[in-house]
């Protein structure tokens, strides 16, 4: 069964470092999502993207954050310099159409030092 | 309640009996999604049920929808100690928005 996949699984990096996340969504998936989920708190929607470029953001999600889509499969979100309260488990997902199921992958767990 | 609320918090049973968590929600919705996470993992997803439909099933998942007192129920019957997770609701809302929007969630725990 076809499923999201994201690297790394873990990512420890000093404050003010950049870091990427990576996802490969669902290959026929069109709408692409990263959220979050601060430790012991909601899962909390940052941006989705579609047709190569943002639909849709939260207030979170601001300069500090940007996605990409460099190639056909690949979909990554850049932190260009973290913040302790940036660490979370970070979830990417994909949905073949809007307001389809969004399917998630297993998270990247940031941890800011 | 914020949008997406789930009750209870916490939710013990016994192997066998069945599990039912509810959500609330507080603005007109497009679809309502169910999602099970184990601890400190992924969230997976079990159901979704559409504005314009009132139950749905899917193997041992019943989930039903009142858009008039917006609220869900999610039934989990025969439950197994593998059931044992956090069980969230998620909103997707009618306003071409696709941002799920989730709720602190239920944690099942099923006693073998």
């Not at chain 1, 941006?47 to 990554?76: A, L």
């Not at chain 2, 008039?68 to 909103?91: G, H, M, P, Q, V």
Request: glycine letters at 6%; hydrophobic letters at 30%.
């Amino acid at each position: 069964e076809p499923e999201v996949t994201q690297t790394p699984s873990h990512q420890v990096t000093q404050m003010g470092q950049e870091v990427i996340l990576r996802c490969v969504p669902i290959s026929n998936h069109l709408y692409f999502y990263w959220y979050r989920q601060i430790l012991g708190q909601k899962v909390e929607f940052l941006v989705s993207f579609y047709n190569n470029e943002i639909s849709e953001k939260s207030e979170i999600f601001d300069d500090q954050f940007s996605v990409e889509r460099p190639d056909g499969s690949n979909f990554t979100l850049k932190i260009r310099s973290t913040k302790l309260e940036d660490s979370a488990m970070y979830f990417c997902a994909s949905s073949f159409y809007s307001y389809n199921e969004q399917f998630f992958g297993p998270g990247t767990r940031l941890t800011v030092l | 309640s914020q949008q997406g609320e789930e009750d209870p918090q916490a939710l013990s049973i016994q192997e066998g009996e069945n599990a039912t968590m509810n959500c609330s929600y507080k603005t007109s919705i497009n679809n309502l999604q169910w999602y099970r996470q184990n601890s400190g993992r992924g969230l997976v997803h079990l159901i979704l049920i559409r504005s314009n439909e009132r139950e749905k099933h899917s193997g041992r998942l019943r989930v039903t929808l009142d858009t008039s007192k917006k609220s869900s129920s999610l039934l989990i019957t025969a439950s197994r100690a593998a059931d044992t997770a956090s069980y969230f609701c998620a909103t997707e809302r009618d306003t071409g928005r696709r941002a799920l929007t989730f709720g602190s969630g239920t944690r099942l725990q099923v006693q073998p």
